[in-house]
Every structure is written in structure tokens, then in C-alpha cells.
């Protein structure tokens, strides 16, 4: 009997986290978006500008082409050229959903991989209805709410990149039965994704230098050890 019931269970756990993730889109696309502040502009010109196949700077012609002048936050150069004041991490993330028009989705694609992080790295450590617990404080929470629904700011996708990051990190570790190549794998994942989330704030290639020096070190380390 117990045996029988487990799947059940398991099955209802699911679809309470898919539950809770399916209110957060609705909650996210029953308003209307808008530019809330100078930082949307910023972004969404850079976006735009991207899915025209301008990366970074633009020259004076090409602003023009895309719509005048930059709006605030893009600054010109000394060569003429003009350059967001904004780290253009981002718009790498968003501009695939632009380009699609589908823009609207963008945040919310990332907070599903939060989500599936949240949810496999939560049931391993509390257990069942962990996993769902986990994937409704997140999509419950206020800065969820706040800023899921706007498509051009990168706060609620680097919130679920580290989420989903943190999660498979969760997973590798403790899943003791699982093989070294699953672990292996899912804790590259996580790191790709918390990786993912340094790089929608910053591009400074310092941050990827750090983290291989740290890895580097870790495993030598491990083999003096």
C-alpha cells in the first residue's frame, strides 16, 4: 500500500509546484508592462539593438536607425560612438526573446529554471513537499510578483538563475547514491547558472578568472589531500 501511494504522492507534489509556478505567469501577464523607471529604457534599447546585430556600441547613424537618440543612461563616447551606462550582460539573455517577439516570456523562461533548481534541490535536503514548499515561497514572494512581469529588467532573471543554480548544487551534494558522472554533471550545471547570474549584472571577465583560479586551487588541494 505504501508503495502504491508514494507515486500519488509525488504526482500531487509536482503539480503544486507547477501550480503555484502557473499562478506566478498569470499574476505576471494579467498587467500591462511599462517603463517604470530609466533603467527599462536603458535595456530595452540595448535589446533592440542587439536583435539588429549591434553588440555594445552603437555608432551615431545606427542610434538614429533605432529609434533618435539613446534614452538615459547611454552615454557617447569621444569617437562619436554610444555606449550603455547599464552592464550589458543582459540583453545577450533577452534579446533570443525579442527577436521572437516574445519578450513578455523572457523572465518568466528563467524563472522556471529557478524553479526546477529550487524544486529538485529542496526535495533532496527537506524531503517530500520540500521541493514544493520551496518552488511556492518563491513564486509567492513580493520581488517575484514585483518584477516578474517586467520583460526588460534583469532583477527577477538573475534571481532565478541563482536559484536554479543553487538548487542543482543542493542536488550534487547530497545525493550520495547517485553516480559521480550524474553529480559531476549537475553541479557544472549549477555553476553555469550561478555563473549565468554574475553575467546578466557584469561582463568583467575578472569574475570567470576568479572562479577558475578557486576551482583550480580546490583541486589541487584535493589531490595534496
Not at 69 to 78: D, F, H, K
Not at 115 to 132: E, K, P, Q
Not at 184 to 209: C, K, M, N, P, Q
Request: net charge positive.
Amino acid at each position: 500500500m505504501r508503495s502504491s501511494a508514494r507515486p500519488g504522492w509525488e504526482r500531487a507534489e509536482i503539480f503544486l509546484a507547477l501550480g503555484a509556478f502557473a499562478v506566478l505567469c498569470v499574476a505576471a501577464l494579467s498587467f500591462a508592462t511599462f517603463m517604470a523607471e530609466p533603467d527599462d529604457a536603458a535595456y530595452q534599447f540595448s535589446i533592440i539593438a542587439m536583435t539588429h546585430g549591434h553588440f555594445l556600441t552603437l555608432s551615431p547613424a545606427q542610434a538614429r536607425a533605432l529609434g533618435g537618440v539613446p534614452p538615459r543612461q547611454w552615454v557617447q563616447l569621444a569617437n562619436g560612438r554610444w555606449i550603455s551606462e547599464k552592464d550589458p550582460g543582459y540583453p545577450f539573455l533577452a534579446a533570443p526573446f525579442q527577436a521572437l517577439g516574445i519578450i513578455r516570456l523572457a523572465p518568466l523562461f528563467y524563472g522556471a529554471l529557478g524553479c526546477l533548481g529550487l524544486f529538485i534541490g529542496a526535495r533532496r535536503w527537506l524531503g517530500r513537499w520540500g521541493g514544493a514548499i520551496a518552488v511556492g515561497l518563491f513564486c509567492s514572494s513580493g520581488a517575484a510578483l514585483l518584477f516578474a512581469w517586467d520583460d526588460y529588467m534583469p532583477t527577477f532573471t538573475d534571481a532565478s538563475l541563482i536559484a536554479a543554480g543553487t538548487g542543482m548544487l543542493l542536488w550534487a551534494v547530497l545525493a550520495a547514491e547517485a553516480t559521480a558522472r550524474r553529480r559531476t554533471w549537475a553541479g557544472l550545471t549549477g555553476f553555469v547558472a550561478l555563473e549565468a547570474a554574475v553575467f546578466v549584472r557584469y561582463t568583467d571577465i575578472v569574475v570567470l578568472g576568479c572562479a577558475v583560479v578557486a576551482v583550480v586551487a580546490v583541486w589541487r588541494l584535493r589531490k595534496v589531500s
